[in-house]
């Protein structure tokens, strides 16, 4: 491994935790090379032994939900109930794709021509790259790893450089079940990733920016790519909308501190229910306490993004919630929710992705209006649509332009579902059966059966 090392930094407290080495050129290609040997004999597994280890390291994870806690809080500075909570999901993830490794979704065999049989085989395509970023280290590398894994590929793992520990204690308990280098990680920056997916990879799954996505594919070239970049989600409000949607709306922008790409963060009501909206928002916000009821944003930079974009906003009302934080905590990198209101439609807090603990709000003439707004953003991944009269809020959901919608919640996710982005928010499909495919490639076999 390369001696250039980052210095980990815990956002809680903004102090060093740890150093963690930088991986080059040279490490990339040795790891890829073993990946791709090992490669073979995971393919060669049926489904039924590659399930059975998937379901015994998904033991292995839930006898060390405490590790696995602590490594994530470490990394992320999320609260424990929170980190806790993700655990459990990846470990129900990895169970979901075990199953899902002996179920059949290809196409029937049969006669589909005269005198000749068809079949279709999936076959995985080899060494996959797992680009995971920073804001949930664990449960998106689990997002990528169970339906790569399931489907026979093994996996180079690449962590944010801010929170490689809880993949690396992943690939450790992965080593003795799967096998050697099944799992590997490499530890690294920027320049890592990009070593990576100019590599001798076969697919690169990547979760990040857009401006990390698109150098992504242009790395890449023809082979496989799978792209989660981020969000900009918008809640339509209607006038009949349950009296806790405030509550909800604020909970949901809330969780992880606002750095989940679908988390709400346009808030968007008819004019004549505008001023309730806000204040019943601002309400919702002053009860929550970032250090009592979220965490901090996760590094410097992202720190440094999201005031940028709150220094150049426009906004006519702001209400600003508090902080209650530890002593040890000062000089951790907090910052408290906030409600943004009276903003032009052009504002940097509504056209860029804030992805931090702020919910803005705006207003429009009718419902095509509003679905209107919530489209004029290039991002198109998550939203919401909150309101009692069934067809309306059914009606709604189908014209909003998104990859996922809620009606009445929001941030609602389980193995089952297909979550993926439209637009500027990416490409593939993470969760669900539907997710495989992102994994495999089909090969159809003809014979003929009459001579």
Not at 365 to 392: E, I, K
Request: with cysteine; hydrophobic share 40%; proline share 6%.
């Amino acid at each position: 491994m390369a001696e250039r090392a980052t210095t980990l930094v815990d956002p809680r407290t903004g102090r060093p935790r740890g150093k963690s080495p930088i991986s080059d050129e040279v490490d990339v290609a040795a790891v890829v090379a073993t990946a791709r040997e090992t490669a073979v004999a995971w393919a060669r597994l049926t489904p039924r032994e590659r399930s059975g280890r998937l379901l015994e390291l998904a033991v292995v994870i839930e006898q060390h939900t405490e590790s696995y806690t602590r490594a994530e809080q470490a990394g992320t500075g999320k609260p424990e109930a929170e980190a806790r909570v993700e655990v459990g999901n990846c470990v129900d993830v990895l169970r979901f794709y075990a199953g899902a490794a002996r179920a059949e979704t290809t196409p029937g065999s049969g006669r589909r021509m005269a005198g000749l049989e068809s079949w279709v085989r999936w076959e995985p395509l080899g060494v996959v790259a797992a680009i995971v970023p920073w804001n949930y280290p664990l449960l998106m590398a689990m997002w990528r790893l169970g339906p790569a894994l399931a489907a026979g590929n093994t996996v180079i793992l690449k962590p944010a450089e801010t929170t490689p520990e809880s993949v690396q204690l992943l690939a450790e308990h992965a080593t003795p079940i799967l096998g050697p280098d099944v799992i590997s990680v490499l530890p690294g920056d920027r320049a890592t990733g990009q070593h990576l997916v100019s590599s001798g990879i076969n697919a690169v799954a990547f979760t990040g920016s857009l401006q990390g996505g698109l150098d992504v594919v242009r790395r890449a070239g023809v082979r496989r790519v799978s792209l989660e970049l981020g969000g900009n989600g918008p809640a339509l409000v209607l006038p009949d909308a349950p009296a806790d949607t405030a509550a909800e709306l604020v909970a949901a922008c809330l969780y992880n501190a606002g750095q989940s790409c679908a988390a709400p963060a346009r808030v968007i009501t008819l004019r004549k229910n505008y001023e309730q909206t806000v204040h019943a928002l601002a309400a919702a916000m002053e009860k929550q306490l970032a250090g009592r009821d979220f965490g901090p944003l996760n590094n410097p930079d992202q720190l440094d993004r999201f005031d940028s974009i709150l220094a150049r906003s426009g906004a006519g009302f702001r209400y600003e919630s508090g902080l209650r934080l530890a002593e040890d905590e000062q000089d951790g990198f907090w910052r408290a929710g906030q409600i943004l209101a009276d903003l032009s439609p052009d504002d940097p807090a509504v056209v860029e992705e804030l992805f931090g603990p702020v919910l803005t709000v705006q207003s429009a003439p009718d419902l095509a209006g509003a679905v209107r707004l919530a489209n004029s953003v290039p991002q198109a991944l998550g939203a919401s649509v909150w309101g009692s009269d069934v067809g309306t809020v059914l009606t709604v959901a189908g014209e909003v332009n998104a990859g996922e919608v809620w009606v009445n919640c929001h941030l609602k996710q389980t193995a089952e579902l297909p979550h993926g982005g439209r637009g500027q928010s990416g490409t593939g499909t993470d969760l669900s059966v539907l997710a495989l495919a992102d994994y495999q490639r089909p090969k159809t076999v003809t014979v003929r059966a009459a001579y």
